[in-house]
């Protein structure tokens, strides 16, 4: 394995970047951070995937990563999830690899585990697979026949503002525990 490379806006010195990179070194792997949290920012990270066999992202990024061809730990402030293997890819692709798949603590034998993982030709079937399943004519076709269905139905149904506030507020304490549960406080509203 060459490098680790680390590349999301909540990384810096003083949280889970410190970790991650103790991590790497008790693997004898070196950690490069990107993000702009870290002081490192980059417009275009999809564009340094390819210098590096293993990245620690969640979400778009680690998909981008996934694409490129490299391992991909899923990892990021709100906690840490396992190594996208062909294994694990069915059960974490509903969750787009995103924050629910964070269900781990940060810890240097959490991600050193995760990191002991690693295979290239693992690497090789997930980026294959990601490939075949989020390209963008797809992924668009499918959202267009999920808008049309939902306005199909929509036109069908008589409004009830009532059941929407419920089901508004249902979603919304659902999401709440889910922030709650990964310890992620939601943004304030600026002035």
Do not use: W
């Not at 402030?77 to 964070?102: E, H, I, K, W, Y």
């Amino acid at each position: 394995m060459r490098n680790t490379a680390k590349h999301v806006d909540h990384a810096a010195a003083d949280n889970y970047a410190a970790t991650v990179r103790d991590a790497c070194l008790s693997r004898g792997i070196s950690l490069d951070v990107h993000g702009s949290t870290c002081g490192n920012p980059t417009s275009h990270p999809e564009d340094l995937f390819h210098n590096y066999d293993l990245v620690f992202a969640k979400g778009r990024t680690a998909i981008e990563a996934m694409a490129v061809g490299c391992a991909v730990v899923l990892c990021d402030l709100a906690g840490c999830g396992s190594m996208v293997t062909a294994a694990t890819f069915d059960s974490l692709r509903p969750l787009n690899f995103g924050l629910q798949s964070l269900r781990l603590v940060n810890t240097v034998d959490t991600i050193a585990a995760a990191i002991d993982r690693y295979s290239p030709t693992d690497a090789a079937r997930v980026r294959d697979r990601i490939r075949q399943e989020a390209r963008l004519t797809d992924t668009v076709t499918t959202l267009v026949h999920l808008y049309e269905a939902v306005m199909h139905e929509q036109a069908l149904r008589p409004a009830d503002p009532s059941a929407e506030l419920l089901a508004t507020g249902a979603y919304l304490q659902t999401l709440d525990c889910i922030l709650k549960g990964q310890n992620i406080k939601p943004a304030t509203a600026r002035a």
